[in-house]
């Protein structure tokens, strides 16, 4: 059974760059440019047997945004870490974020040894 990173992001240029800082871990990544999109990947990849064994989600995207992503993602999955990676900082949004679920908070721009880090620390 293999495991994912889902890289959870509007920006393609983030999705890349966080998918390449993440390379040298060697664990496979999935891209979805909206919260609504991570979900039907992942809904379509537990069908085929395949876990996620850590998802990276921007806050601010169109159809579904981070909080509403990991609002829906913890209904049916309550121990996958989620690490939210966006611009923003201020304590009433974080707060929302780790009510919604979220296990850790990376404020952008990042440096990649940091990310890969937080990862680390989830993904043994």
Known sequence: MSKYIMIIDDSPTIRVSVEMALKPLGIPVMQAENGQNA???ISQMKTKGEEIALCIS???MPVLNGIE???EFRKNDRFTPVV???TEAEKDTIQKGKDAGASG???KPFQAEDLVN???RFVK
């Open 39 to 41: 979900l039907d990947i």
């Open 58 to 60: 921007d806050i601010n």
């Open 69 to 71: 992503f990991i609002t």
């Open 84 to 86: 939210v990676l966006t």
């Open 105 to 107: 908070w990376i404020i």
């Open 118 to 120: 937080v990862v680390k």
